[in-house]
């Protein structure tokens, strides 16, 4: 079964709002969790690490007051994309690591369309 | 420079025919581990096989193996015997031991298998 779970799996709102997507590691702890966005035909672009209890650190390039994350506990992570605009009309899709050879585990993504 | 290459964009393959991803990799990190993700149109990415830098010997997974060459710095995917189910986006990604755990990505192959 899923190990990371990600909702809302698709949001269609109006230009303006802001919009939250969670992450949750369901059968273990993740001190870090990643944000991802991926636009259509084209790669996963890492937006974002998310880390419990700190600041999360934000790749080049990314608004991080337009992209607000909070790691508030060790299975949560949230991704609030502020005052959404057409542009940030995206699949949006988080990971977490389990630590040594073990792959990352993805959530399932949010399919965010903004009008 | 890019540190994931894919350089097929698209390919077509006949059912039950073997094929080959291609995938290289450019690091200075002695310590680093190569995945392949399937990312089906639904989104979900798919954890597929996993081959660490110390591995002395290539890894498998069912009809997944990692064809790795670590001087040419490759590390393609072979799906033996393909089936229609195998018709998705395929994501070849590295860790390295200094990235805190997080995953580049190359640019994708999209897999169509004809039956």
């Known amino acids: 079964g899923a190990v990371v779970s990600q909702h809302p799996s698709r949001v269609i709102c109006k230009s303006g709002t802001s919009v939250k997507i969670e992450c949750r590691s369901l059968d273990f702890q993740a001190t870090t969790m990643f944000w991802y966005r991926q636009f259509p035909k084209q790669s996963l672009m890492l937006m974002a690490t998310?880390?419990?209890?700190?600041?999360?650190?934000?790749e080049q390039g990314v608004e991080k007051d337009k992209f607000l994350i909070n790691h508030a506990s060790l299975t949560l992570s949230t991704l609030t994309v502020t005052s959404a605009h057409p542009e940030d009309s995206s699949f949006y899709i988080c990971?977490?690591?389990?630590?040594?050879?073990?792959?990352?585990?993805f959530g399932d993504g949010t399919r965010l369309s903004i009008l | 420079a890019q540190k994931i290459t894919q350089t097929q964009p698209g390919m077509f393959v006949q059912e039950k025919e073997a094929v080959t991803l291609d995938c290289t990799y450019d690091?200075?990190?002695?310590?680093?581990?190569l995945f392949w993700y399937k990312q089906p149109s639904s989104g979900e990415m798919i954890f597929l096989i996993y081959?660490?830098?110390?591995?002395?010997q290539n890894a498998t997974e069912g009809r997944y193996s990692l064809n790795f060459q670590k001087a040419r710095k490759s590390a393609n995917l072979v799906i033996s015997a393909s089936q229609l189910g195998d018709s998705a986006m395929y994501f070849c990604a590295m860790r390295e031991a200094f990235g805190n755990e997080k995953l580049t990505f190359g640019t994708g192959t999209r897999l169509t298998i004809i039956p």
């Open positions: 690091t200075s990190d002695p310590s680093y581990g």
């Open positions: 990971s977490a690591p389990a630590g040594g050879d073990q792959p990352q585990h």
């Open positions: 998310s880390n419990e209890g700190s600041k999360a650190t934000y």
């Open positions: 081959q660490g830098s110390y591995d002395q």
